[in-house]
């Protein structure tokens, strides 16, 4: 007999799923009887952590800052249920006038682009009942003294699940993993 809300049956899709919060949504999606379906730019981390979930756990490496890698790797996925973004490199907190514009472009890149590209290929694969999960930090919201590109990219992400949310008409949430709480930003 299966849970209430079990995942039982569905497809996760988990982008930087090979480490940290990625890791552990997909751990426990498999835990709860779902097929993952792990991507991450790092094809070694990848099969870590493929073995560290077990089961019918699959993987596969791709540069997610690549539109047409992303383009391509949802073309060949097919349909699934579920599509969690987790992917990420530490930000680097910096005063505006230490900030280095290039470091700036490459955490928008990876941070809001890659998970916008995630959203636009990936969304026409989702089945009905399915969703979409972008996680972000607080620093959009509770920005601190040398935050800027932070609390910039983490604002980014909760302006674009608002937005796709009211376009989608479907299940779209933000989840604050970083901080004191972890919320989720609600259904249309």
Known sequence: ???????????????GGSSGIGLAVAE??????????????NAERVQEAIKSIGGEAQGQ???????????SFFTNTGD??????SAGDSLQLHELADTDPKEARRAFELRYWAAL???????????KGGSIVLTTGVAGRRPQ????????VCGTIEALTR????????FVSTLYPLGSFARSSGRT
């Open 1 to 15: 007999m299966s849970r209430e809300n079990s995942f039982e049956n569905k497809r996760g899709v988990i982008i």
């Open 28 to 41: 426990e999606a498999a835990s709860q009887g779902a097929d993952v379906l792990i991507v991450s730019s």
């Open 61 to 71: 490496a791709v540069d997610v800052s690549d539109e047409k890698a992303v383009e």
């Open 80 to 85: 699934f249920d579920h599509l969690v973004f």
């Open 117 to 127: 590209a995630a959203v636009k290929y990936g969304s026409p694969h989702i089945r």
């Open 145 to 152: 003294k040398g935050w800027v590109v932070a609390a910039s």
């Open 163 to 170: 937005s796709w949310r009211s376009s989608w008409r479907r």
